[in-house]
């Protein structure tokens, strides 16, 4: 077609059509809006005010955005490596079932620099071993890792409940979770931060982990791009036949991958249970692993773009919770919707508006046929 470019310019693709398929997200929540007979601007204001009106917002949305953060990092490594891991909901919960079990061995005896650091450890290595098993089906016996993983997601709640009621349980408590750790050993929130610098911060459950969850960013940027693991994880994921010829093994690559996913997801139980509930408790993750999916999707898999896209859906979450309570007609149910559009427009849609802004682009910059 006369003057539609083959190939877009990258801030297209990365920037503007993330943009424009969000505007489309909240302009069909707006719909819905308006059909319960409210007004879309007032929803839209009070979402915003209540994601990013106050410290107390902030705070919130931020914690929120760890969980998307790490999970969306764990989507993304995998799929770089050529596979869909679905199974960051089981990795993270595996992964702070290793940080509460260190954390409960050791904050008798250990003093809490050195105990949560290795809590935090722990937690990495658990959630990579949880990622392991699937990966070596994978890479050894043809299993599919997107079955594996969802199975595991399950294997992972069950192991949970079962250690909580038989095995960490405090005896004669009727709630299904352990003692409280060690008041020192947790991950310091962020008013405890704040507060050893003289700032007033309110008591949120913003914690370290935000920190940890940014490192990992920064973490996995270098290694996809400028190491030569991440130009095998890539080289496989883009072409596992050419890899493969150039002498870089699948199969090992694979597990690698699926191993660093496991342990990012698994920072989301260093964020809820070293740094939030202080205990061991039941589906701690709510949620978070299956978000990380459209998180890393709507930012096109880049560590930035994750960020970016985990502090949109955190503001969805937080700003969600208040506009249901200062909207009662706007349920809970509807809010999960919006989040739902974003995911819609912004992960099965995510190419419908490529077709016209080409067109657009071409027109403007006059692209010969």
């Known amino acids: 077609m006369k003057h539609v470019p083959a190939v877009l310019p990258r801030w297209i693709d990365v920037v503007l059509l993330p943009v424009l398929n969000v505007a489309m997200a909240l302009f069909a929540a707006g719909l819905v809006v308006w059909a319960i007979g409210q007004n879309p601007l007032t929803a839209v204001q009070l979402l915003v005010q209540g994601a990013f009106g106050s410290a107390l917002a902030w705070s919130y949305t931020l914690y929120y955005t760890t969980n998307f953060i790490c999970t969306g990092l764990a989507v993304a490594v995998a799929f770089h490596c050529g596979h869909f891991n679905i199974g960051a909901e089981g990795q993270g919960t595996v992964g702070g079932l290793g940080v509460g079990l260190v954390l409960l061995a050791g ?155 496991g342990a990012l997801a698994a920072l989301v139980g260093a964020n ?54 200062e909207m009662p007609a706007f349920t809970r149910d509807m809010s999960v919707a919006v989040q739902g559009f974003v995911v819609l427009f912004c992960g099965a849609l995510a190419l419908l508006l490529r077709p016209p802004v080409a067109w657009v682009y071409g027109r403007l910059a006059k692209v010969p046929a």
């Open 107 to 261: 904050d008798a005896w250990l003093p809490a620099p050195l105990l949560v650091p290795l809590a935090i450890l722990g937690g990495l290595l658990a959630g990579a071993g949880w990622a392991f098993v699937p990966a070596w089906l994978q890479a050894r016996r043809g299993s599919h890792i997107v079955i594996t993983t969802i199975m595991f997601n399950f294997l992972a709640s069950t192991l949970m409940v079962w250690l909580l009621v038989n095995v960490v349980k405090v005896p004669g408590n009727q709630a299904v979770e352990s003692r409280l750790f060690a008041p020192g050993a947790v991950l310091p929130s962020a008013q405890a931060v704040f507060g050893a610098f003289g700032l007033d911060w309110p008591d949120t459950p913003l914690n370290l982990a935000f920190v940890l969850a940014l490192l990992a960013c920064v973490l996995v940027w270098a290694m996809l791009w400028h190491t030569r693991l991440g130009y095998a994880l890539r080289a496989v994921g883009l072409a596992s036949g050419a890899a493969r010829y150039a002498g870089i093994d699948p199969r090992r690559l694979t597990v690698i991958a699926m191993c660093i996913s």
């Open 272 to 325: 809820e249970i070293a740094g939030v509930h202080h205990k061991l408790l039941l589906d701690f993750v709510a949620g978070a692993g299956f978000t990380g999916i459209a998180v890393a999707l709507m930012g096109r898999n880049h560590p930035l773009g994750i960020v970016l896209s985990a502090l949109l859906f955190g503001a969805l979450a937080q700003g969600g919770s208040e506009l249901v309570f």
